[in-house]
């Protein structure tokens, strides 16, 4: 029985989405989960663990994630600024939050159950064409 999985998706990194309210002309008001780009990325992300399942992987165990999440470099990157932090949006605990949520179900029944977390975000490299995430799972 395999105790890690390794998941990559490419797709453009993008944070949880937070509910939004409105108020119509009415008077009356509501709350909705506006559509973005991050459902692009949970599509992706999904389907990259779907398909990469190992064999006799067991979803009720206590899990172990590690997250780096490599950031496509603009076009004038420098090698000065290669050593720098990757502070770019969306904030890392908004993609952490997303990347858990879409993986329950596929890599564990519930999210409660990832007992220990690290989590980077990096510059790629300049040959990279587009973000790339990394989900390394193991039993805790």
């Given at each position: 029985m395999s105790d890690v999985w390794q998941i990559v998706a490419l797709a453009p990194v993008a944070g949880s989405p937070r509910p939004r309210a409105f108020a119509s002309a009415g008077g009356k008001a509501g709350v909705f989960m506006p559509k973005g780009r991050w459902d692009r990325f949970r599509s992706i992300l999904r389907a990259s663990a779907g398909n990469s399942i190992p064999a006799r992987w067991d979803a009720t165990k206590a899990m172990s994630v590690d997250?780096?999440?490599?950031?496509?470099?603009?076009?004038?990157?420098?090698?000065?600024?290669h050593t720098q932090h990757c502070t770019r949006k969306p904030d890392i605990d908004n993609t952490v939050k997303l990347i858990l949520d879409s993986l329950t179900d596929i890599c564990w029944v519930d999210d409660t159950q990832v007992t220990r977390l690290s989590a980077s975000r990096v510059w790629g490299n300049n040959c990279q064409t587009d973000d790339r995430t990394v989900v390394v799972i193991r039993y805790a």
């Amino acid at each position: 029985m395999s105790d890690v999985w390794q998941i990559v998706a490419l797709a453009p990194v993008a944070g949880s989405p937070r509910p939004r309210a409105f108020a119509s002309a009415g008077g009356k008001a509501g709350v909705f989960m506006p559509k973005g780009r991050w459902d692009r990325f949970r599509s992706i992300l999904r389907a990259s663990a779907g398909n990469s399942i190992p064999a006799r992987w067991d979803a009720t165990k206590a899990m172990s994630v590690d997250i780096t999440i490599m950031v496509k470099p603009p076009k004038r990157f420098t090698s000065a600024e290669h050593t720098q932090h990757c502070t770019r949006k969306p904030d890392i605990d908004n993609t952490v939050k997303l990347i858990l949520d879409s993986l329950t179900d596929i890599c564990w029944v519930d999210d409660t159950q990832v007992t220990r977390l690290s989590a980077s975000r990096v510059w790629g490299n300049n040959c990279q064409t587009d973000d790339r995430t990394v989900v390394v799972i193991r039993y805790a």
